[in-house]
Structures are given as structure tokens and as C-alpha cells.
């Protein structure tokens, strides 16, 4: 059951790292504040401010290219979400439903057709627009030249 919390808490501290560098961070460090505060945490004041200066090293980090920095943020919040489930297991589902929130939708994704326009010049080679580009390579094929 410990392994499961530890994974748990590492999800969650991923996530919230990676919600402090979006627009949306009020609302995912509102749900952080009132998870941490009924767990019989600090004051509200206190984690919200907390969170907040974590948010701040992690731009600057960011900003600096500090990655240990960052990790150090990442890991802090993973200590204390640990730490937080293992006192009240219960807390699980709770952190659970808020991972949930903050996923992408799965299969919602929305087809549109895209159309470009290439301007300045000639061009002499691909053109590549892309969302996600994972392994891609350009060459002549073998024996063409």
C-alpha cells in the first residue's frame, strides 16, 4: 500500500509543478490549499504561500535554466504529498479525482483541417507543421539521387 502512495505522490507532485508554469495555476493551487488544509496541515495563508514561493523559484529556475532547481521544487511537494497519505490514506481519492481534473481529456481530441501558407521565398525542402512530432528523419531513399 506504501508503494502505491509513494507513486501517488510523485504523480501529484509532477502535476502540480507542471500546473505552476500555466494560466490555469489559481485554480489548481486553490485545490491544493483546501487538500492540504483539511488533512490537518498549516493554515491556508500558510500553504497558499507556499505554494506561491514555490512557483516563483520554479520560474526563476525555469527562467535560468536551473533544472536541479526544479527538480528540488518537484520534490519537495512529492515529500510532503507523501507524507500527507501515509498519515491519512484516505486523502488517496481525494488527490486521485484531482490528477483526474487535471489530465487531458483522452479521445476528445477535435480534427480540424489546417491550411498554410508559405511565403518569402522559395523552398527547397519539407515544410512541417505539428502539434507533437515524435522520431522524424528526411533523406533520399536509397538509390535515388
Known sequence: MEAELVALATSGATALVQQMAVDSWEQ??????SFFSRRGGAEEDVIEGELETSRGELAAAMEAGDEQTALDVQAEWRT????????????ASELRALLDDLAPPKGDQQVVDVHNTISGGVQHGPVIQAGNVGSLSFGTPSGQA
Open 28 to 33: 489548481v493551487r486553490d485545490r491544493m490549499v
Open 80 to 91: 510532503r504529498l507523501r507524507r500527507t497519505l501515509l498519515a491519512n490514506p484516505a486523502a
